[in-house]
C-alpha cells in the first residue's frame, strides 16, 4: 500500500542493512504499477470523498500531493494521476 521510498525508508529504521533493503524493494517491486498503486491509496485514502470535485480545490490538491510524497510515491507518478482528476 506504500511507495517503494516509504517502505525503504521504514526498512532502514529497522536497522535492516542498506544493500538488502534496496535489493529487497526492488524485488518487491518488479513489475508493479506505481500508477496504479496510487490510484488505490487515492481510493484507500479518500474513499468518503468525491474526489475530483474535492481535488479540484488548491489547498486540497497539495494536501494530497504532500499525503502521497510521504507515502513513498514518485514525484512525477503523483502529478500525473493527480492530472487525472
Not at 535489493?23 to 496510487?38: Q, S, W
Not at 491509496?41 to 510524497?69: H, I, T
Amino acid at each position: 500500500g506504500f511507495g517503494q521510498m516509504r517502505v525503504l525508508r521504514d526498512l532502514r529504521r529497522r536497522k535492516v542493512a542498506a544493500g538488502v533493503a534496496e535489493k529487497a524493494v526492488a524485488k518487491a517491486f518488479t513489475g508493479v504499477d506505481e500508477t496504479a498503486l496510487i490510484e488505490q491509496y487515492l481510493q484507500r485514502k479518500y474513499r468518503a470523498k468525491n474526489l475530483p470535485e474535492w481535488l479540484a480545490d488548491e489547498k486540497n490538491l497539495a494536501s494530497a500531493f504532500r499525503r502521497l510524497r510521504t507515502a513513498g510515491f514518485g514525484a512525477g507518478n503523483t502529478l500525473r494521476v493527480l492530472r487525472r482528476y
